[in-house]
């Protein structure tokens, strides 16, 4: 069974950036279709951006649209989201996972406050 593991959250000033990382473990990375997805309290959680298996094809979310880019590499079995001019509303729990639904890993806090 796939499984993945996100990192790179942190405490980011407004205007600033961070660059997370998804690894995958378990099956064929490369064959998965990948999205990021975030959540905060309260909510549900919602989709950010994905991208294809060849990484050509992306997808973002109009609320990210132009600041955060989807990559991936399959080489290293990794997917990463590039998230610039970070605001205190991209404060969230973010996930990575296939979008066929596979099991969820615990998520990397990203907080973007003065």
């Known amino acids: 069974q796939v499984q993945f593991v996100e990192s790179g959250g942190g405490w980011v000033q407004p205007g600033g950036s961070l660059t997370l990382s998804c690894v995958g473990s378990?099956?064929?990375?490369?064959?998965?279709?990948m999205r990021w997805y975030r959540q905060t309290p309260g909510k549900e959680r919602e989709m950010v951006a994905s991208i294809g298996t060849l990484g050509t094809l992306r997808n973002y979310a109009d609320f990210v649209k132009g600041r955060f880019t989807i990559s991936r590499d399959n080489n290293k079995n990794t997917m990463y989201l590039q998230m610039n001019n970070l605001q205190p509303e991209d404060t969230a729990l973010f996930y990575c996972n296939a979008c066929s639904g596979e099991s969820w890993g615990q998520g990397t806090h990203v907080i973007v406050s003065s």
């Open positions: 378990g099956a064929i990375f490369e064959r998965y279709n």
